[in-house]
């Protein structure tokens, strides 16, 4: 913990420069935004739900309503690590619900936020290991839940070379539920206490499908044929090269052929859009508000918050994180919006529901440029309407068997029982 702190003071020269240039946020980065618990005022009990950004938020959004529905005397304070997450959630326009940008885990900007907003328990979606944030709320006995929790093979073995940190992590923690049986095995492994492990729940598979925007999709449809349209979602360094050089042969035999190249990560577009030229295809630009056509028929999706509009234009998807060793992203947004699902070997992320998909022929793994070209090109339009028809159904069954998001709001109101006590007024804080 105290190598954490070191490197928090050390990170603190570079954060006070970020603040420098977004200084419209720079108080919630602080903690000085929001509710306050000023004199005579008394606050309406809050929970401090947080995830890092649009993917973690919209997976807890089902979580949010049927808690707010539950329990009229509640509000809640969704953060978030980027500003698209706060602007989605604020798009919701949830009633009782604050959207701001989570505040840096140094802990006195911790205990000013826990001041001001005087939360019951603090809600954290998949991967968001804070220490301080979990400390502070903890110490508080103010119950820390972990919902959707993911922890890669990587990560685990990271958190294995500092056991202390891991035990006194996982001891802070009073609930957690998986997204998939291998994550909650790795949080046992780390010390996780039986009594603390709830369901195996994965968040994703209740959140409604997203809508694209209307005017968007009423400009690209007729420039993006849906049959003929390949969508490359939330790719990763080392997925492009061979996505590309599969599509160029898809492209050389059908010239109507198109791509929307998404990206996990848009800061990489000037790299990807180096490897589109060298595959010998041309491309537009998202960003630059770049259409694509006969010349350029590969759209570079640089962008934040549109992958429901690609979904909804492309015919068939090729879920990114699956052809290098990143877990694989979600199936369920592509086979929500009626998109074929063509993936890599490397889906541990959401093992059950790709190996449901695969068995019912709904999805296909692919390995590499060959595997992806041969099947694209077996992927007419009526099999990718019988296909993306069959993954909404196969999907449907497995959230039918699953247990839901009540069962954890049933575990967040056992842990949260008598309102918090008011905790005593802190000392002045130094850094970290």
Known sequence: ??????????????????????????????????????????????????????????????????????????????????????????????????????????????????????????????????????FEMARRDRPVLLLGARLSARSAARWQRMPALARRLTGAIAYLSAQDPASMDRFATLGLAPERRGPVIDLKAFAPAARPDADDLNALAP??????????????????????????????????????????????????????????????????????????????????????????????????GSLVDKGGHTPFEPAAAGSAILHGPHVANFAAAYGALDRAGAAESVAGADGLSAALAALDGAEQTRRAACAREVLAGLRAEAPGPDMLIDALECLMGAPAPTPPAEKEPGNG
Do not use: K
């Open 1 to 134: 913990m105290l190598s954490y702190r070191i490197l928090l003071s050390l990170a603190a020269p570079g954060l006070a420069l970020l603040l420098l240039r977004d200084r419209p946020f720079a108080r919630e980065r602080l903690g000085l935004s929001g509710a306050s618990n000023g004199p005579g005022r008394v606050l309406q009990p809050t929970i401090w739900l947080h995830g890092a950004s649009n993917g973690e938020l919209a997976s807890a959004r089902p979580l949010i309503e049927r808690l707010l529905a539950r329990r009229p005397d509640l509000c809640i304070v969704a953060t978030s690590n980027s500003r698209t997450g706060r602007t989605l959630v604020e798009s919701w326009a949830l009633p009782r619900v604050s959207a701001r940008l989570a505040p840096y885990d140094y802990r006195w900007a911790l205990r000013l936020f826990i001041g001001r907003w005087q939360p019951r328990a603090l809600i954290l979606i998949e991967s968001e290991l804070w220490p301080n944030r979990i």
């Open 223 to 320: 420039l993006l044929p849906r049959a003929r349209t390949l969508l490359a979602a939330s790719t990763h360094e080392g997925e492009e090269a061979p996505i590309l050089e599969a599509f160029a042969r898809r492209w050389r035999a059908d010239p109507q052929a198109r791509l929307v190249l998404a990206p996990r990560h848009p800061r990489r577009a000037a790299q990807i859009a180096a490897l589109i030229e060298r595959a010998g295809l041309g491309h537009a630009l998202r960003s630059n508000g770049g259409l694509p056509g006969p010349e350029r028929p590969v759209l570079l999706a640089d962008t934040m918050g549109e992958m429901a509009l690609w979904y909804a234009l492309a015919g068939v998807s090729f879920i990114g």
